[in-house]
């Protein structure tokens, strides 16, 4: 069977300096925001170009804290995509804020800058755009809409660690960034993780009592917080991949390109389109197929052939359940129609040529 993505390679290559790591943590006995936490924090502000970094217990956490820390409440509302995972869109409800979902470009996948201006209400205090599977947004649009309506810009980094937007890295382009390192994820740990990056002074200084209960001397509890830490082995882990990062977004691109030069042309399918705007990273390779049927006739010849897939997303977030009582008459057909059509190839640096062109051959012989 060929995985979404294999992580057993990687750490065959790591293995040796990771464990070498996490057993001088386990001899320090020292596991929670300790050295290799603040290393780590200092060396991603650093890659990313900011002045903080603040890392926390996951992704969502990431979001939520993000959110709070720019001052997001109670009846704000908080515009963003529909096509994303739900943690997005949770991170809001957690505050009491309220998403507003709008439709998406139907090349990139990313929320449409135009459709964002043209939700914006009295109550709306926030933009959260989502650079999905990679790609950045629209950041310049994004930054000049949210700057004329006086709305706070918080980015979606959860799959985009490494892309950038005129040489600037995402993350660094709003008022913070939000960062998964789930294992599949660019930078991926070996459990859950996230991080908020940011530029403001204030908002750094809300994250970091916001992650740790509240507090920013011990024992003294300035606001009602969390207990959202990132812990010291994944900080090694992280550590250590992250002196490699650009290695493996470059080898990501290296196994898409590849793939799209395979399948430039097939009738019916089209590969992901880089619109220009920034340097993707590709955290998922996802076609789009003619229709519904074509997409499972397609999957079904991958699953045959012992190739894995997936559908990234199957159900855009206004239509989940969790959200039917406030969005049941919205209707946004480019991210409903690309829901039904989408399906993503297997990604992730080691895929060795041979088996990129494998996937290629049996997606060729499925589409013709």
């Not at 900011?50 to 515009?79: F, K, M, N």
């Not at 913070?176 to 599949?184: D, E, V």
């Not at 024992?219 to 010291?232: A, F, K, Q, T, V």
């Amino acid at each position: 069977m060929i995985p979404m993505v294999d992580l057993t390679a990687q750490y065959a290559e790591l293995r040796a300096e990771i464990d070498a790591g996490l057993a001088e943590v386990l001899d320090g006995a020292r596991f929670i925001l300790g050295p290799n936490v603040q290393a780590f924090e200092a060396e991603v502000a650093d890659y990313l170009g900011v002045p903080h970094a603040v890392s926390c217990a996951s992704g969502t956490d990431a979001l939520h804290l993000a959110l709070a820390a720019a001052g997001i409440g109670p009846g704000d509302e908080v515009i963003t995509s529909p096509f994303t995972f739900i943690a997005t869109a949770e991170a809001i409800r957690y505050l009491g804020a309220e998403p507003v979902f709008v439709d998406i470009d139907p090349r990139s996948f990313n929320i449409d800058p135009a459709a964002a201006e043209a939700a914006i209400g009295p109550r709306t205090r926030a933009l959260l755009p989502v650079h999905l599977f990679g790609q950045p947004a629209d950041m310049p649009a994004l930054t000049a809409l949210a700057e004329r309506h006086g709305l706070v810009l918080v980015e979606d980094c959860a799959q985009s660690f490494g892309a950038s937007v005129d040489g600037a890295q995402t993350g660094s382009l709003g008022a913070a960034g939000a960062f998964s390192f789930f294992p599949s994820k660019n930078l991926g740990a070996y459990g859950d993780g996230g991080l908020v990056s940011t530029s403001d002074d204030g908002i750094a200084e809300r994250l970091r009592a916001l992650r740790n209960h509240g507090s920013r001397e011990r024992y003294h509890h300035h606001m009602i917080g969390y207990n959202s830490r990132l812990d010291e082995m994944q900080a090694v882990i992280l550590r250590s991949k992250l002196k490699r990062i650009d290695r493996y977004n470059a080898e990501r691109r290296r196994v898409a390109r590849r793939y799209s030069a395979a399948l430039a042309g097939l009738p019916g399918l089209t590969p992901p389109h880089e619109d220009g705007i920034g340097h993707h990273v590709y955290h998922q390779y996802t076609l789009l197929c003619a229709d519904g049927p074509r997409r499972d006739a397609l999957m079904q010849a991958l699953q045959q052939a012992e190739i894995g897939c997936a559908i990234y997303y199957p159900i855009p977030l206004h239509r989940q359940e969790v959200f039917a009582d406030r969005y049941a008459g919205v209707h946004l057909p480019i991210a409903e129609d690309t829901a039904r059509r989408c399906v993503s190839l297997p990604i992730y640096p080691e895929l060795p040529d041979a088996t990129v062109d494998h996937i290629a051959e049996v997606v060729r012989s499925a589409s013709g």
